[in-house]
């Protein structure tokens, strides 16, 4: 399994980003991708979870209403829309899979995925 971020950038707050995650090595029926983020002096935060496979979304208080996860199963691509942007949401932001249905417990918590990308830089600041 590979993930490779992308789309990551300088954009001022209240600006829009959208994300991409290229997944190799799994299908999107039966893995579930989530997106965290890291910012610095800070613990790996949960974002966004799509789990096709039971039609579930999951998304932390921090991204409701203004974060929108997706998927293009042609690109094998995830995608994280990012609306609203503010200072706090500055951070890298990681893609992370693993096999199967998460369930509400284990989605957006780092310590269940085995697999991760690299990472992107998001920075808000004007």
């Known amino acids: 399994v590979q993930l490779v971020e992308s789309g990551g950038g300088l954009v001022q707050p209240g600006q829009s980003l959208r994300l991409s995650c290229a997944a190799s090595?799994?299908?999107?029926?039966?893995?579930?991708i989530a997106w965290f983020r890291q910012a610095p002096g800070k613990e790996r935060e949960g974002i966004a979870c799509l789990s096709e496979s039971d039609d579930m979304t999951y998304y932390a208080d921090s991204a409701k209403g203004r974060f929108t996860i997706s998927a293009d199963h042609a690109k094998n691509t995830v995608y994280l829309q990012m609306n609203k942007l503010t200072p706090e949401d500055t951070a890298v932001y990681y893609c992370?899979?693993?096999?199967?249905?998460?369930?509400?417990?284990?989605?957006?918590?780092?310590?269940?995925?085995?697999?991760w990308g690299q990472g992107t830089l998001v920075t808000v600041a004007s």
């Open positions: 090595g799994l299908t999107f029926d039966d893995w579930h």
């Open positions: 992370a899979a693993e096999y199967g249905r998460p369930g509400s417990q284990w989605a957006l918590t780092a310590s269940w995925y085995p697999n």
